[in-house]
Antibody, heavy 119, light 107 residues
Framework: EVQLVESGGGLIQPGGSLRLSCAAS????????MSWVRQAPGKGLEWVSV???????YYAESVKGRFTISRDNSKNTLYLQMNSLRAEDTAVYYC?????????????WGQGTLVTVSS | SSELTQDPAVSVALGQTVRITCQGD??????ASWYQQKPGQAPVLVIY???NRPSGIPDRFSGSSSGNTASLTITGAQAEDEADYYC??????????FGGGTKLTVL
């Protein structure tokens, strides 16, 4: 059974850093495209970043240069390193697996972890 | 990032048919996928590709596309279909953006 479990969220001051983790089971992270998607309170879904199986990474303009997506193959875990955090980064952060076909829909999602950026 | 446009809200009478649309240039080249999200829950994939449903998604959900517009149709809407619906598409630059979402009310 495919499972994604996020952790690492919490309250952080503006300008601070946080690392989110997404532990995967039932499949191999490194063989799949993996992504982070966030949702600010009361708002819609916003794609944040993706890492392809070959290692290429892409970011939304809103986080480019501040966030870094990575994975640890030995732990089968996806990460999101978030630096220079701003109030507008406050959101529930979901990790998701992309299905390898049909232009890569997000076929499995975690339950999300809440990041609150506030002083 | 890919720009996808959705109507903010749509309503449908119980048992009737409703279509939710998504517009964007990337849809001319790439498939849309559709997600249902209920309050306090993670999104769930309901349609992907030309018109594919993941296991467990009722067959009243269907998808179509023409030009720069993708559509999600619910034929015979049920009370449990009341939710937010989001479209998504990749683009040639590696972005995988979402539409703004459509709030579906079942009357």
């Amino acid at each position: 059974e495919v499972q994604l479990v996020e952790s690492g969220g919490g309250l952080i001051q503006p300008g601070g850093s946080l690392r989110l983790s997404c532990a995967a089971s039932g499949f191999t992270v490194s063989s799949n495209y993996m992504s982070w998607v966030r949702q600010a309170p009361g708002k819609g879904l916003e794609w944040v970043s993706v890492i392809y199986s070959g290692g290429s990474t892409y970011y939304a303009e809103s986080v480019k240069g501040r966030f870094t997506i990575s994975r640890d193959n030995s732990k089968n875990t996806l990460y999101l390193q978030m630096n220079s955090l701003r109030a507008e980064d406050t959101a529930v952060y979901y990790c998701a697996r992309l299905y390898s076909g049909y232009d890569f829909p997000f076929d499995y999602w975690g339950q999300g972890t809440l990041v609150t950026v506030s002083s | 990032s890919s720009e996808l446009t959705q109507d903010p809200a749509v309503s449908v009478a119980l048992g009737q048919t409703v279509r939710i649309t998504c517009q964007g240039d990337s849809l001319r080249s790439y498939y849309a996928s559709w997600y249902q999200q209920k309050p306090g829950q993670a999104p769930v994939l309901v349609i992907y590709g030309k018109n594919n449903r993941p296991s467990g998604i009722p067959d009243r959900f269907s998808g179509s596309s023409s030009g720069n517009t993708a559509s999600l149709t619910i034929t015979g809407a049920q009370a449990e279909d009341e939710a937010d619906y989001y479209c998504n598409s990749r683009d040639s630059s590696g972005n995988h953006g979402f539409g703004g979402g459509t709030k579906l009310t079942v009357l």
